[in-house]
């Protein structure tokens, strides 16, 4: 027998990957023909209060954006926008 013929579906999706790799998607990688995503695994553990805000903060950019996202991508998009004086600032106002 014969191994499985992907579908069209398949294709399309991994020659969209492809693409993505050859025009320097930092988040993935060509590795012995196949995409690899660059990530790495962390564990962080949040306060009852700080799991609440986050998922009211996944709620609002649902609502706003009428856009799903997932609290691993809110995460990202925190850590990717949010800068240094951002955070130093905040502190700052609290003293």
Do not use: C, H
Not at 3 to 20: D, F, G, M, N, V
Not at 37 to 65: C, H, I, P
Not at 82 to 93: T, Y
């Amino acid at each position: 027998m014969g191994k499985k013929k992907p579908s069209a579906w398949t294709l399309a999706a991994r020659e969209a990957q492809q693409i993505r790799v050859e025009q320097g998607d930092e988040s993935e990688k060509l590795q012995n023909g196949r995409i690899v995503k660059l990530t790495e695994k962390f564990t962080v553990y949040l306060s009852w209060d700080q799991m609440d805000k986050l998922n009211d903060m996944v709620a609002g950019y649902q609502k706003r954006k009428q856009k799903r996202i997932d609290v691993n991508k809110m995460l990202r998009l925190m850590i990717d926008e949010a800068s240094l004086d951002d955070l130093i600032g905040s502190e700052e106002s609290d003293v």
